[in-house]
């Protein structure tokens, strides 16, 4: 049983003061993000829209709920009502949806647009070459319910750190590229295993689960 508490306390302690901890907590229970949230924490990263909005309905209203999983266009009408910050921005297609589902809920919601840094096929984001072309051509502005407010990336789940760092630092430069240009305030990369390294390359955002809830739940 993992002491969230003592966890979240040892957490925060070795974070920078200027870096955001997104509590992941995708597959647990309500109990466990109670006492996460009666320990001081209010940003909670999920992964499953239906899972999100369920736990929104049932917990204290002032919870910010990031959403850092794939999205799938159908279901954004369900979180737009009340997501915070959508991490994972990959497709124009997306950017539309969020756009419509935002105008209805009179919401500006504001995103990252996810850049596929990692290596291996399995990640989701759009191509770095893609991704400064969308911000060089300011496609963006097609879009005013959404607001782009950085970057997030996934490395490669590998135990190579010189990889894992290789890939931090592409999306670092694609950041700081525009940063000024988009007024971005989020560079969200780093996870349980990696966060330490995010860190070295400019990281403003940690998403962490099982460091602070124990092993996920694959049930």
């Known amino acids: 049983m993992a002491d969230i508490t003592q966890n979240l306390k040892q957490f925060k302690s070795e974070l920078p003061k200027e870096v955001t901890l997104v509590a992941v907590s995708k597959t647990k229970p309500n109990e466990d993000l109670q006492e996460a949230y009666d320990a001081g924490q209010r940003i909670f990263g999920e992964n499953k829209i239906q899972e999100m909005t369920d736990k929104w309905e ?50 500006v919601i504001d995103v990252l647009l996810q ?64 940063k000024e240009q988009y007024a971005f305030s989020v560079l969200s990369m780093g996870m349980s295993g990696d966060y330490k390294l995010a860190l070295e390359h400019g990281s403003t955002m940690v998403r962490v689960g099982s460091a602070i809830f124990g092993a996920r739940n694959y049930n």
Do not use: C
């Open 58 to 107: 049932a917990l204290p209203k002032d919870i910010q709920w990031h959403m850092i999983g794939h999205v799938q266009t159908n279901k954004v009408k369900y979180m737009a009502p009340y997501v915070n910050l959508i991490h994972s921005a990959d497709r124009l297609k997306l950017f539309k949806e969020i756009n419509k589902e935002a105008k209805k809920n009179e919401r």
């Open 115 to 178: 850049v596929k840094i990692a290596e291996e096929d399995s990640k989701f984001g759009m191509p770095p070459e893609e991704a400064k072309a969308f911000l060089e051509e300011n496609k963006a502005a097609q879009y005013p319910n959404v607001n782009i407010v950085g970057l997030m990336g996934m490395a490669s789940f590998v135990d190579d750190e010189v990889q894992i760092k290789r890939e931090f630092a592409q999306l670092e430069k694609i950041y700081n590229t525009f």
